[in-house]
Antibody, heavy 118, light 107 residues
Framework: EVQLVESGGDLVQPGGSLRLSCAASGFTFRSYWMHWVRQVPGKGLVWVSRINSDGSDTDFADSVKGRFTISRDNAKNTLYLQMNSLRVEDTAVYYC???????????WGQGTMVTVSS | SYELTQTPSVSVSPGQTARITCSGDLLAKQYVYWFQQKPGQAPTLIIYTDSERPSGIPERFSGSSSGTTVTLTISGVQAEDEADYYCQSADNSGTYVFGTGTKVTVL
């Protein structure tokens, strides 16, 4: 079964750091671009970041640029999102998703909640 | 920053047709994807590259494009189609953007 499972979400104080993980299974992870998307509960989807298949190229939304880093370990079939200098407005459910055929986000994890609060 | 604008809500009776529009300056040049999201669930891809349906998505879901506006059509709406729907595309710099979302209510 093709699956993505996120972990690492937690309650963190403003200015703090957190690393999210996304474990992939059921497909050839190293062949796909991967993305992170977030959603404030009750609000819309917001694209956060993407990484190409070998990890050599990344991109970020302006709102997180310079604070977040995306990486992957193809040997471990795992995607990461390192979040530094966290702000209250980073509070959201974070989803990892695969860019499949024709770049469509065709597989999603169940999401992990990040709460930034003092 | 680049924005994709959707009608906030659409109400439709079972068996009728729901149309959801998504507008953006670059949509004539970039593909659009559509997602369905039900409460408490992750999004599901229902249309890719403007009008193609992934396997397993019912034929009642279709996508079309005309200039800077794209449309998701749900023909013969069923109660299970009640959900939030999002369009998604990319801007000229290669970053990605989601639409504002449309809540579909089945009366």
């Amino acid at each position: 079964e093709v699956q993505l499972v996120e972990s690492g979400g937690d309650l963190v104080q403003p200015g703090g750091s957190l690393r999210l993980s996304c474990a992939a299974s059921g497909f050839t992870f190293r062949s796909y671009w991967m993305h992170w998307v977030r959603q404030v509960p009750g609000k819309g989807l917001v694209w956060v970041s993407r990484i190409n298949s070998d990890g050599s190229d990344t991109d970020f939304a302006d709102s997180v640029k310079g604070r977040f880093t995306i990486s992957r370990d193809n040997a471990k079939n795992t995607l990461y999102l390192q979040m530094n200098s966290l702000r209250v407005e980073d509070t959201a459910v974070y989803y990892c998703t695969r860019a499949g055929r024709h770049d469509g986000f065709d597989v999603w994890g169940q999401g992990t909640m990040v709460t930034v609060s003092s | 920053s680049y924005e994709l604008t959707q009608t906030p809500s659409v109400s439709v009776s079972p068996g009728q047709t729901a149309r959801i529009t998504c507008s953006g300056d670059l949509l004539a040049k970039q593909y659009v994807y559509w997602f369905q999201q039900k409460p408490g669930q992750a999004p599901t891809l229902i249309i890719y590259t403007d009008s193609e349906r992934p396997s397993g998505i019912p034929e009642r879901f279709s996508g079309s494009s005309s200039g800077t506006t794209v449309t998701l059509t749900i023909s013969g709406v069923q109660a299970e189609d009640e959900a939030d729907y999002y369009c998604q595309s990319a801007d000229n710099s290669g970053t990605y953007v989601f639409g504002t979302g449309t809540k579909v209510t089945v009366l």
